[in-house]
T-cell receptor
């Protein structure tokens, strides 16, 4: 069975600092991996996804993530945090064996200090 | 292109009642998935419909049901509501396969059971 673990339920950074949100997955097959962002009282918005090909994936709003098979990781980074980045971030893996449903991590709430 | 819409946005019910939530996918999308989001359990998959057929189902009791219409609009129904059903219910649509095609989420319906 596939699973996702996000390290740190809450991360706080200063504006302009590096953002690093950690995600490790468990999968018996090549995974499809996703990062979503959720702002208060809103649904989920896709930041980026990895299916196949290049392991460094660039997404929207300056975010990127690197798929590292050997470490079973898919960490999300952004070089310089902006106040508008404050939100909850979810890492997810697609479970091919179960028709492609998304399995989400527990989420990481990102705070950005001025 | 219009995004995924969900109605109503907010709903208050009492225990024992039933409720129907509606989701209109992005035009042209044939797959609709439903997720339940709670602080304790996080994001959990309910079911997925494709071309009016339930293609995949999560681990929820039979009180949770859904359907999809010929225009791809979907409804989910929860009967005999319990306090624990209070949650944000999210709908997501994708072109065909939720595993490979990007899932686009609606803003959600927040259900409160008193």
């Amino acid at each position: 069975a596939q699973s996702v673990t996000q390290l740190g339920s809450h991360v706080s950074v200063s504006e302009g600092a590096l953002v690093l949100l950690r995600c490790n997955y468990s999968s018996s097959v090549p995974p499809y991996l996703f990062w979503y962002v959720q702002y208060p009282n809103q649904g989920l918005q896709l930041l980026l996804k990895y299916t196949t090909g290049a392991t460094l994936v660039k997404g929207i709003n300056g975010f990127e993530a690197e798929f590292k098979k050997s470490e079973t990781s898919f960490h999300l980074t952004k070089p310089s945090a902006h106040m508008s980045d404050a939100a909850e971030y979810f890492c997810a893996v697609s479970d091919e064996s179960k028709g492609g449903k998304l399995i989400f991590g527990q989420g990481t709430e990102l705070s950005v200090k001025p | 292109k219009a995004g995924v819409t969900q109605t109503p946005r907010y709903l208050i019910k009492t225990r024992g009642q039933q409720v129907t939530l509606s989701c209109s996918p992005i035009s042209g999308h044939r797959s609709v998935s439903w997720y339940q989001q709670t602080p304790g359990q996080g994001l959990q998959f309910l079911f997925e419909y494709f071309s009016e057929t339930q293609r995949n189902k999560g681990n929820f009791p039979g009180r949770f049901s859904g359907r999809q219409f010929s225009n791809s609009r979907s409804e989910m129904n929860v009967s005999t509501l319990e306090l624990g059903d209070s949650a944000l219910y999210l709908c997501a649509s994708s072109s065909n396969s939720p595993s490979t095609d990007t899932q686009y989420f609606g803003p959600g319906t927040r259900l409160t059971v008193l």
